[in-house]
């Protein structure tokens, strides 16, 4: 009988601090050997470039949402991880867990679901628990406009109630009382960049599949999966090879703002800004954005500008040309 291998599932509606979650993750000293699996929703994966701790193993998956398209993905890359581990004579990955970042547009039921359809997943792995991230600022609309972002509570054995530095004590404990309302089980810890003790959301073995079939009854029928993703929500990337004047940047993204603030749920990418040795990383959620200076460029870098875009009803070619006029002009 083989030890079965803890998954955490991490989960969270777009923007909540999942990624900053993940490097809190491989970064802490617990000696533990984490196999990451980071899924994004756009073309380009922009997490796993910005994933530190070299020392683990990410598998990437892109170009869909992991609930949907690329769940088959999932179900490979858990076989070959099995594999992997369980073939003595050339063991290529170690690990002791699993991590998986869902895209902040998965539903969570589908994902877990995976760990008990397939009889060789069930003996190898077993799920530890469902982590959701909530965005203290954004959450209240998000739950309002995203059945995601409900589901991913619903769903959920630990909240982290992430970002309290950016509202008010109230709002908190109104936020607190409505999450507690949806899923009254749950175990909820207040955070700020998901700063949380690992002792609290790993190896605690919290996942109760009983309470999931509660919030929904069908969910272990291995064709249950109705998840329609709202077409007007779409995702695209922006991309420039010339380096990018930071000035006109900003006045970018300030119209940005001021234009599209309510549609534009998350974008984020690192950017070659002209004069710059190191990356800039560039965030944003709805309103809200930072860019902040990171790592140096390599020389084995691609030196590019790259922005994944995720929101309703844009126009690309319009964000596109904006893009293009920031190029610095000898
Ligand atoms: N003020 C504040 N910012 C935070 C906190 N946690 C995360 N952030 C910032 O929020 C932004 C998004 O964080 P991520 O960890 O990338 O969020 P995510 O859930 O992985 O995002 P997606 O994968 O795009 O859905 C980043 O700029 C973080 O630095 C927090 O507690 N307070």
Known sequence: MIKQVPVTVITGFLGAGKTTLLNHLLTA?????????????????IDNQLVVGAEEEIFEMNNG??????????IRILT????????????KVDFDRI???????AEPAPVIQTFFVDEAMTRFYQIDSVVTVVDAKHANQQLDQAHEAQEQVAFADIILLNKVDLVSAEEVNGLEKRLRHMNPSVKMFKTENSKIELDKILDIHTFDLDKKLEVDPDFLTDDHHD????????SFVLREERPLNLDKLEKMVTHWINDYGTEMYRYKGILNIKGMTERVV??????????????EWTDTDTKLSEIVVIGK????????????????ID
């Open 80 to 91: 070959d991880l099995m594999k992997a581990k369980l073939n003595p004579l050339e063991p």
């Open 313 to 328: 009803n844009l126009d690309q070619r319009h964000f596109q040309t904006q893009f293009a006029e920031c190029v610095e």
């Open 99 to 105: 991590v998986i970042e869902t895209t902040g547009l």
């Open 65 to 74: 949402c992991i609930c949907c398209t690329v769940r088959g993905d999932l």
């Open 282 to 295: 560039f965030q944003g959620i709805h309103m809200l954005f930072a860019s902040t200076v990171d790592r």
């Open 29 to 45: 000293d617990h000696g533990k050997k984490i196999a990451v699996i980071v899924n994004e929703f756009g073309e380009v994966g």
């Open 227 to 234: 998840h329609e993703h709202d077409d007007q929500v779409t």
